[in-house]
């Protein structure tokens, strides 16, 4: 069911700068405003010692932490939960305006445009309603065919696209990303075109996304010229909501868990999609090729994506479906 929801585009949740991630780092940093992180599996500054950088991000060795593996055969039917709506239409255009940051492309929507989520029944949630604030994709090293946060059964896509909402009962996400009922977030996972359809999920069909992939190809720059501590170049662009969820919209994963980049706050209810989104393989390779510091390193070096936190061998957390 769709009734509405102005997209607010790709938000950066992390509140330090990634722009200059490898200039400027320290292993140690007191202050949590000028604190760096990246996906070095080998560096200090890498996800195993995110909650040891600085203060702020103790909470990424916290009990609740995403992404998880969901085990299908795990997830308790919960079809009470039923489908979560929108206050705009599937079709209904909206303004966004993508930059490049760091390890994200962060796409914001137009001020004047508000994408409500509603309807959402889980974890005690009845009666809130979650404004869009932003979207952003996660993807995987070069030559590398993991790229999303979120697996199924152990397997994972090329990318995932995470539409980051916040609890309109707060000013801003802000304020929302403190408090226990502040965030929701809607994960998709992203297969990926290249002459050959991609194994579908089972019960999906293909949802191939050719607005969204011509979107990306616009924003996304094979050189950025503003890496680094500037890289604020926009570029503006529309979009549906139909553009960034499958064909299946009604049928989703739910859990409690956390914000998969520091400060790895506690406060997210996750929809994870059942069915995923097909874009086209240009996306995947200009994505993995992102200048995300000044000396010019690219994103696929290492990726953008945090190992699975729980549910590797077993599900120890409440997994639902609506389906």
């Given at each position: 069911?769709?009734?509405?929801?102005?997209?607010?585009?790709?938000?950066?949740?992390?509140?330090?700068?990634?722009?200059?991630?490898?200039?400027?780092?320290?292993?140690?940093?007191?202050?949590?405003?000028?604190?760096?992180?990246?996906?070095?599996?080998?560096?200090?500054?890498?996800?195993?010692?995110?909650?040891?950088?600085?203060?702020?991000?103790?909470?990424?060795?916290?009990?609740?932490?995403?992404?998880?593996?969901?085990?299908?055969?795990?997830?308790?039917?919960?079809?009470?939960?039923?489908?979560?709506?929108?206050?705009?239409?599937?079709?209904?255009?909206?303004?966004?305006?993508?930059?490049?940051?760091?390890?994200?492309?962060?796409?914001?929507?137009?001020?004047?445009?508000?994408?409500?989520?509603?309807?959402?029944?889980?974890?005690?949630?009845?009666?809130?309603?979650?404004?869009?604030?932003?979207?952003?994709?996660?993807?995987?090293?070069?030559?590398?065919?993991?790229?999303?946060?979120?697996?199924?059964?152990?397997?994972?896509?090329?990318?995932?696209?995470?539409?980051?909402?916040?609890?309109?009962?707060?000013?801003?996400?802000?304020?929302?990303?403190?408090?226990?009922?502040?965030l929701l977030v809607i994960g998709v996972m992203a297969q990926v075109f290249s002459g050959a359809r991609p194994t579908p999920f089972p019960g999906c069909v293909h949802t191939f996304q050719r607005t969204l992939s011509r979107v990306l190809m616009d924003s996304l720059k094979d050189k950025n010229p503003k890496s680094g501590k500037s890289c604020e170049e926009t570029v503006d662009s529309t979009l549906t909501l139909q553009d960034l969820l499958p064909a299946d919209r009604e049928s989703y994963y739910t859990y409690e868990g956390s914000l998969t980049t520091p400060p790895c706050s506690e406060t997210v209810t996750w929809i994870v999609m059942k069915c995923p989104i097909v874009v086209t393989k240009s996306v995947l390779r200009r994505f993995k090729r992102l200048e995300i510091s000044k000396n010019g390193e690219r994103l696929g070096v290492h990726g953008s994506r945090r190992p699975v936190q729980r549910g590797k061998n077993h599900t120890p957390f409440v997994l639902l479906k609506n389906f």
């Open positions: 069911m769709w009734r509405s929801a102005a997209l607010s585009g790709l938000v950066a949740l992390v509140l330090v700068s990634l722009c200059d991630v490898v200039a400027t780092a320290q292993c140690n940093e007191p202050d949590c405003s000028k604190a760096k992180f990246n996906y070095d599996q080998s560096s200090c500054l890498g996800p195993a010692s995110w909650p040891d950088i600085t203060p702020c991000w103790s909470t990424c060795s916290g009990s609740r932490q995403s992404p998880v593996n969901i085990r299908r055969n795990d997830a308790t039917s919960r079809t009470s939960l039923g489908v979560f709506s929108f206050n705009i239409g599937p079709q209904q255009p909206f303004q966004v305006s993508t930059t490049i940051d760091g390890f994200k492309t962060n796409s914001k929507v137009s001020t004047t445009d508000h994408v409500v989520l509603s309807d959402v029944t889980q974890f005690g949630l009845s009666g809130n309603s979650f404004r869009l604030d932003g979207f952003h994709f996660h993807a995987g090293k070069f030559n590398n065919a993991k790229g999303s946060e979120h697996s199924f059964d152990g397997e994972f896509q090329p990318m995932e696209l995470h539409m980051v909402f916040y609890n309109t009962k707060y000013p801003d996400i802000s304020a929302a990303i403190q408090q226990s009922d502040g």
